[in-house]
């Protein structure tokens, strides 16, 4: 007998850990000449009603995907993000600080979205050198990739064969892939609000299995609809 082989479907391997990396939904829209909420040195804004919305809607897709942990970064807008599937499961998620988002130094309050609307000159040179620390202030990339992996590292050791809800930010999402592939530091930047990736831990390797995954908002308005880009940090 000629013996067949067919094409196997991918299973996360026996003791890896799979993080859904969740970027919450949008927050309140940036008013000319008032600043946003801060936590120490960050902005924290509430979520918009559209972004209530898109919290309900990933949630519910969340909650059919066999999720063994929550986890938050120290911001509202993620906290308010989760706080359906939380509902949902009956459980409380876990804050890491080091999920937080970008720090953009004089840029923060909401300035940045003023800055990258406007065109200016060093939101353009930012982008082009695909550096956060072109902003006076801000993050040095070295930096970030340092405590995002430090954090990725301290989920993964806590949740072996787990699958694991991460609720951060576009720039963190955007440094974990850019890492797991190796590519351009800025080649993920952008990922949609309430959207979902996929990175698989397993024995220090990190293997993407999804990007950018927003079909549970099929009956919203798309981010461009919303009057408010993607185009990096939500601010």
Known sequence: MVRRFPQQLYRVPPGATELLLVRHGASEAVEEGRSLPMLGLHSD??????????????????????IDSVVVSPLRRTAETAAPLLAMLGV???????????????????????????????????????????????????????????????????????????????GVIATILAEATGSRPFAFVGVDNASISRLVVDEGRWTVRGYNDIAHLDRLAR?????????????
């Open 223 to 235: 981010p461009g609809e919303l009057g408010e880009g993607s185009g990096g940090p939500d601010r």
């Open 92 to 170: 409380q998620s876990v804050v890491e600080p080091d999920f937080r988002e970008v720090h953009l130094g004089e840029w923060e309050g909401g300035l940045f979205r003023q800055k990258v609307a406007d065109r200016d000159p060093v939101a353009v040179r930012m982008f082009t050198e695909e550096r956060w620390d072109v902003i006076p202030g801000a993050e040095p990339n070295e930096d970030l990739v340092r405590r995002v992996r430090a954090a990725v590292g301290r989920v993964v050791k806590a949740c072996s064969d787990q699958t694991v809800a991460v609720f951060t930010h576009g």
């Open 45 to 66: 804004p509430p979520l918009a009603a559209e972004g209530r919305e898109q919290a309900e809607a990933v949630c519910r897709r969340l909650a059919g995907l066999g």
